[in-house]
């Protein structure tokens, strides 16, 4: 009997698919039969962590070049969906990818969109372990921006009565055509970068306390009380 390609799961694939109906749409959504889909509130304090480096490390052009790089991805989608009217043929992935930029700019604030993309670069540095799929990584920050636009998202009556947000399937070829924008942008990679930098700075700090402590209480603490 064949058994799903997800580790760890016994279930029968139904078809040619060589994942259970499970899997193949966690696969689909996410990236990886594994992956979790991550929420913005566990996102919130990576944001955080951004905002204070912005202002507090940063040079002061910062925000003027994040604006920069994002106008110009903008840019770029746009011209890509202007050559379609030329007649230049087109992959239809590459092409909502585009569209989802372009939307996604007239709703939300460049800096907005700029700081989610570098706190998920943040977060995959600073918290390895929960990353340990790269795809499913990817996967997720394209959610994360798409999230952003409320466009993007229906709402729709529960049986209790409170909204819950449904958000339009994304196909993951589009998925993919979104990422190597983002992966353009190195918007991730500044982040990444500023983990690295958190991470030594708590180091740095900890090897200060250490050597104080060292030095206030002695090294007597350490030796075992003589038996009696
Ligand atoms: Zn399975």
Request: positive net charge.
């Amino acid at each position: 009997m064949r058994i799903c390609k997800a580790d760890g799961c016994f279930v029968q694939p139904k078809g040619y698919s060589s994942y259970c109906e499970r899997h193949k749409r966690t696969l689909a959504r996410h990236g990886h039969p594994h992956q979790k889909g991550i929420k913005k509130s566990e996102l919130k304090p990576y944001i955080k962590d951004i905002e204070t480096y912005l202002t507090t490390s940063s040079a002061s052009n910062a925000v003027a070049t994040l604006n920069d790089i994002w106008f110009r991805t903008v840019r770029r989608a746009q011209n890509h969906i202007n050559s379609s009217s030329d007649g230049v043929p087109f992959n239809v992935h590459t092409m909502n990818a585009s569209k989802a930029i372009v939307s996604l700019s007239k709703e939300v604030d460049s800096i907005i969109i700029c700081k989610v993309l570098m706190a998920m670069g943040f977060w995959y540095e600073f918290n390895q372990r929960q990353w340990k799929h790269d795809e499913g990584f990817r996967f997720q920050t394209v959610r994360m921006l798409l999230r952003l636009n409320p466009r993007e998202a229906a709402y729709q009556w529960s049986m209790h009565g409170m909204t819950r947000s449904v958000y339009r399937e994304v196909p993951p070829k589009t998925t993919k055509a979104l990422w190597s924008i983002i992966n353009e942008t190195k918007l991730v990679g500044f982040g990444m970068e500023i983990a690295k930098r958190k991470v030594e700075d708590l180091n740095e700090r900890q090897r200060l306390f250490d050597k104080e402590r060292a030095a206030v209480l002695g090294q007597a603490m350490i030796e075992p009380r003589e038996t009696v």
